[in-house]
């Protein structure tokens, strides 16, 4: 979950207008939060970041279930 500087719950269109405003300012390809949530769990896992950690940190069940999806991408 995102929040606003004052605390309260951003909103998924205004994240989404924000995430394609700073997408398009690096001159990248607009993510999604999920594009953004797969691509760190991959590149984490790729540089030798600890299974149990990423999959921790995403909120899996499993060390299992987080290497099927992310080890081979």
């Known amino acids: 979950m995102f ?8 909103r998924p269109n205004n994240l989404r ?6 997408c398009q300012a690096a001159g990248i390809r607009t993510l999604n939060i999920h594009g953004l949530r797969h ?3 991959s590149l984490s896992l ?5 299974p149990e950690v ?3 940190q995403l909120g899996h069940v499993s060390v299992a279930f ?3 999806r992310y080890r081979t991408v």
């Open 46 to 50: 790729r540089h030798g970041g600890p």
């Open 66 to 68: 987080t290497l099927s």
């Open 3 to 10: 929040t606003k500087l004052t605390g309260g719950t951003l």
């Open 17 to 22: 207008r924000d995430m394609d405003r700073i």
């Open 54 to 56: 990423v999959s921790k």
């Open 39 to 41: 691509t760190y769990a």
